[in-house]
């Protein structure tokens, strides 16, 4: 497609940091979160074009080796200063300038990644869906799974109550019911699983309702200490057990996908194409959860995309979660064929409350989050939203 092929003359570059607080705070494994501070990146055209990405690690490491504070710093010191006032040929020309030199720093470069990818939809006046499919098309995705949707499903993701409240477990999985979610995902860790996914199934029980329930433990358990906790998991007859053991024990997770019967999802371990090949070749999980911005972008994310098509892999779209700026991304990615779960997106108000976010996304009665085929966020007044509730900070 020729639209990939535009070149981009970057004049501007700006960063703004947003903190919308959350309606409740959110709890894993490794620690909480009570508001959404996050990067939201600016880049300007020479011709006038505008284009918005996000990058949305947390404030403390517990989730990945990248911070708010370390993203940032990336991307004053070393990713505007490649884009500022330089020409690229094509949007894959800018990409690839973004990688040389620099190791990891993936959500750093997701914010700049996506927000060239934006820029490309604006200047050229077509969707972020279709810049995807002909990026697909270019590396040789099969025809089947060039197809998409207008929608995608949303599946709840349930954080851990303080104290370990079931009966405040069970209210939010009865909302998340009612409001009509494709799946509910519970959050686990050594000592609060077992009970928890039996109460989220009760409250299904009750209300008659058939939805699929799977665990998320963000990398808590070993193999070695935990190996019992897991197979009490493996005995609830769940969708799926995500990201068990810790993203670095790399061979543990092959192993522990042959070990239970529960499929296993890869979630954090999944940091790049390289180990997407490494679990394939190694005869790993079939399942993995797809991060646009844990990968560094949506480059790598259609060629992660391309190896899981190909080699037989269940994929799904996972967040942050970002505002609805980063989610934008994994909306219109999610939307592919090779997506066959729920994704993590939900509607804003699940998050922040009705107004709060940055673009509104909304669910409908049947669990659907629509997707924008927008040539550009920069047409939801995001110019102005952030410049009343952002602080330009690079």
Not at 112 to 133: P, Q, Y
Not at 181 to 201: C, Q
């Amino acid at each position: 497609m020729e639209a990939l092929d535009t070149a981009l003359e970057i004049s501007g570059v700006r960063l703004f940091e947003v903190a919308i607080p959350l309606t409740e705070p959110f709890r894993i494994s490794g620690g909480a979160m009570r508001a959404r501070r996050s990067l939201i990146v600016e880049l300007t055209d020479k011709g006038g074009a505008v284009g918005y990405g996000e990058s949305a690690p947390f404030e403390r490491p517990f989730y990945s080796d990248e911070t708010l504070y370390s993203a940032k710093a990336c991307l004053i010191q070393h990713l505007f200063p490649r884009l500022k006032g330089q020409t690229f040929g094509s949007l894959e020309v800018a990409v690839h300038a973004l990688e040389k030199g620099i190791r990891g720093n993936r959500m750093a470069r997701a914010g700049v990644e996506t927000a060239l990818w934006d820029l490309l939809c604006s200047k050229a006046g077509v969707s972020l869906r279709t810049l995807l499919a002909a990026l697909m098309q270019r590396l040789g995705v099969p025809d089947p799974m060039r197809a998409s949707r207008s929608y995608v499903e949303s599946g709840a993701a349930l954080g851990m109550p303080e104290g370990g409240d079931l009966d405040a477990l069970g209210d939010q999985a009865h909302l998340a019911l009612e409001a009509g979610y494709k799946r509910i995902k519970v959050k686990v860790e050594p000592g609060f699983d077992v009970a928890p996914v039996r109460a989220v199934r009760e409250v299904a029980r009750e209300g008659g309702r058939k939805v699929r329930i799977w665990a998320d433990a963000n990398g808590s358990y070993t193999r070695e200490k935990e190996m019992e906790a897991l197979q009490a998991l493996d005995r609830e007859g769940l969708v799926l057990l995500e990201q068990p053991l810790p993203p670095d024990d790399v061979l543990g997770t092959i192993k522990i996908a042959h070990e239970i019967v529960t499929p296993v999802c890869v979630d954090e371990s999944l940091v790049d194409d390289r180990a997407a090949q490494l679990f394939l070749e190694s005869d790993g999980p079939k399942v993995w959860n797809l991060k646009v911005q844990r990968v560094g972008g949506l480059w790598e994310s259609v060629r992660i995309y391309k190896r899981a098509v190909e080699g037989g892999v269940k994929l799904w779209g996972g967040t942050m979660p970002e505002t609805g700026v980063g989610a934008h991304a994994i909306l219109c990615l999610g939307s592919f064929a090779g997506f066959v779960y729920p994704t993590d997106v939900a509607p804003s108000k699940r998050w922040y409350g009705a107004g709060a976010d940055l673009i509104e996304l909304h669910m409908d009665g049947q669990g659907r989050i629509s997707v924008s085929d927008t040539p550009g966020l920069h047409r939801f007044k995001l110019k102005e939203k952030l410049e009343k509730v952002g602080k330009v900070v690079g």
